[in-house]
T-cell receptor
Framework: DTEVTQTPKHLVMGMTNKKSLKCEQH?????MYWYKQKAKKPPELMFV???????INESVPSRFSPECPNSSLLNLHLHALQPEDSALYLC????????????????FGEGSRLTVL | DAKTTQPTSMDCAEGRAANLPCNHS???????VYWYRQIHSQGPQYIIH???NNETNEMASLIITEDRKSSTLILPHATLRDTAVYYC????????????FGTGTSLTVIP
């Protein structure tokens, strides 16, 4: 299995809703990433998890709450979002290569397209 | 953190080589250069990466200048399926291993 699976593919939510995005990989990767991508813009890094611990938070507003319950699963909990948070949310994972520089590339999922009304 | 700059768009004739440049003038000695591409609204796809030596794989070649301040991705025989946005990325090697995307080049392969 060489895939990163993201669900749902599409999500529409109101500003008062609470929803979650899910990302799953079964490649044994121990680093996982969340990116946000607005239309016609490059992906922007949000969070990095390493060995199920949050290692990087790129000053993301607290209405986005990541969670890594185990090594295969990464969630992004959404609460009280704004319309400007509408975007494609991309998850990625990275292998840790033994014996030398850690040069593993990111494997991306197809993304969850979020619309906030 | 190193940043990258790329031309906004480029065209290439089908069957010809596509040369996509990237500037990363503030790159540090242990930071890798990665290239990804993204076809409309899909997840980014890995192409190639390098540190200081030129690299080649089945998809592309990566030429990195000696001072490491710029690089060029070469698609040797562009096809229509290579039409995509190509991103040059500097990978920060620390506990976070952040990958920061550049602005990207929209490559259109013309029949």
């Amino acid at each position: 299995d060489t895939e990163v699976t993201q669900t749902p593919k599409h999500l529409v939510m109101g500003m008062t809703n609470k929803k979650s995005l899910k990302c799953e990989q079964h490649m044994g990767h121990r680093a996982m990433y969340w990116y946000k991508q607005k239309a016609k813009k490059p992906p922007e890094l949000m969070f990095v998890y390493s060995y199920e611990k949050l290692s990087i938070n790129e000053s993301v507003p607290s209405r986005f709450s990541p969670e890594c319950p185990n090594s295969s699963l990464l969630n992004l909990h959404l609460h009280a979002l704004q319309p400007e948070d509408s975007a494609l949310y991309l998850c990625a994972s990275r292998p840790r290569l033994a014996g030398g520089p850690n040069t593993g590339e990111l494997f991306f999922g197809e993304g969850s397209r979020l619309t906030v009304l | 953190d190193a940043k990258t700059t790329q031309p906004t768009s480029m065209d290439c004739a089908e069957g010809r080589a596509a040369n996509l440049p990237c500037n990363h003038s503030t790159i540090s000695g242990n930071e890798y250069v990665y290239w990804y591409r993204q076809i409309h609204s899909q997840g980014p796809q890995y192409i190639i990466h390098g540190l200081k030596n030129n690299e080649t794989n089945e998809m592309a070649s990566l030429i990195i200048t000696e001072d490491r301040k710029s690089s060029t991705l070469i698609l040797p025989h562009a096809t229509l399926r290579d039409t995509a946005v190509y991103y040059c990325i500097v990978r920060v090697l620390n506990t976070g291993n952040q990958f920061y995307f550049g602005t990207g080049t929209s490559l259109t392969v013309i029949p």
